[in-house]
């Protein structure tokens, strides 16, 4: 028997925002894009849109990674999955913000 301590997924489906982006160092590199993704609600008997998503996506792994820049594009539909990675960064106020970025891979 097996005993799970812990479990950090997600799978997404969603559109593209922008064309993904090559970011970090040489030695640290990543692409990054946005993803949208619309939850519905049904009301009176019809479908009806209520609200758009926006997920930060990252990607790491380098065959992964080189694959995402080179073919995906904005308004793909793509489905990511990965783990949701919080953290938090400093603005120029010294104010800080809370992340929310989902690793795929």
Same mark, same amino acid.
Not at 45 to 54: P, S, V
Not at 64 to 69: G, M, T
């Given at each position: 028997m097996h005993c799970i301590l812990g479990l950090n997924q997600v799978t997404l489906l #969603?559109? *593209?925002g922008a064309d993904p982006q090559l970011k970090g160092t040489d030695k640290h590199p990543v692409v990054t894009?946005?993803?949208? !993704?619309?939850?519905? %609600?049904k009301m009176e #008997?019809?479908? %009806?849109?209520?609200? /758009?998503?926006?997920h930060r996506i990252s990607v790491f792994k380098p065959f992964?990674?080189?694959? *995402?820049?080179a073919n995906i594009k904005k308004g793909s539909r793509v489905l990511i999955s990965g783990k949701i990675l919080y953290g938090g960064i400093v603005d120029a106020n010294?104010? !800080?913000?809370? /992340? /929310? !970025? %989902?690793v795929a891979g």
């Open positions: #969603g559109r *593209v894009f946005s993803l949208a !993704t619309n939850s519905n %609600i #008997g019809d479908w %009806i849109r209520q609200k /758009t998503d926006w992964l990674r080189d694959s *995402v820049h010294g104010q !800080t913000h809370q /992340t /929310t !970025t %989902i």
